[in-house]
């Protein structure tokens, strides 16, 4: 496998995670918009910052392929470990909100915040891999410039299949979801996550809507 190879994986990777970590925010934020920017906000910090930190390592005639596979290797445990993470959340946010009283009258910053730190692994791990694998695959190269084009072009070729791949699976399994609920017959509202301390775990249910069709009757009067 060559080095456009791999960087067309990190970049299909990469996106695919922004797409779900986009509907997992969504689940607990009142609002895709919320969601998205928070998702959006934490990655590009997280790649800012995982770039700075990695101009600390040392210039020397590391393995830098070696060092490439570990901090993958560190991307795909963070990605893993996400689920647990979330496990977590209802507890951590109990613990959040009894030590700053300030929280308290914003439980959404502190379910945003707490969220934001169970991505932040991932995204400053990305962050450090891409001028990692720069150095990988330009070290001892005449023609580093070239190699530079076809890694940038790879990782974003694959960025943009990682993209529509996840979205499209989410696409498709909101449809399935849709199907299910047809076939038992019951029409349910939009989904929640509770994180309040009461739950001790993250609880997803969906509110049953009943129309009453005295209600309905109500509506249709004309308004004197």
């Given amino acids: 496998m060559c080095s456009s190879d791999l960087m067309a994986i990190s970049g299909l990777c990469a996106l695919a995670y922004e797409v779900v970590w986009f509907r997992v925010m969504d689940l ?3 609002g895709t918009s919320y969601a998205f920017s928070l998702m959006l906000a934490v990655f590009l910090v997280g790649l800012a910052l995982g770039s700075a930190v990695s101009r600390l390592i040392p210039q020397a005639r590391w393995n830098w392929v070696a060092a490439l596979g570990v901090i993958e290797f560190g991307v795909a445990l963070s990605a893993l470990a ?5 496990s977590l959340l209802p507890d951590t946010y109990a613990a959040v909100q009894s030590g700053v009283p300030w ?18 692994p991932l ?3 990305l962050g450090v891999s891409f001028p990692v694998a720069t150095q990988a695959i330009t ?5 580093p410039m070239k190699l530079l084009g076809w890694m940038s072009a790879a990782n974003t070729t694959g960025a943009l ?3 529509l791949l996840a979205g499209f699976a989410a696409i498709l399994a909101a449809v399935n979801e849709e199907r299910r609920r047809r076939a038992e017959g019951v029409e349910l509202g939009p989904p929640m996550v509770d994180v309040t301390p009461e739950y ?3 609880q997803q ?3 049953v809507v009943d129309h009453d069709p005295e209600d309905a009757k109500q509506a249709e009067k004309p308004v004197e």
């Fill in 123 to 125: 995204t400053l791990l």
């Fill in 103 to 120: 929280l308290q009258a914003h439980p959404d910053t502190s379910t945003a915040l707490l969220l934001a730190l169970a991505l932040a």
């Fill in 200 to 202: 001790g775990a993250v």
């Fill in 82 to 86: 996400g689920p647990y993470l979330l």
């Fill in 28 to 30: 607990f934020l009142d």
């Fill in 139 to 143: 070290q001892g190269s005449r023609e």
């Fill in 161 to 163: 299949a990682g993209s």
């Fill in 205 to 207: 249910h969906s509110e």
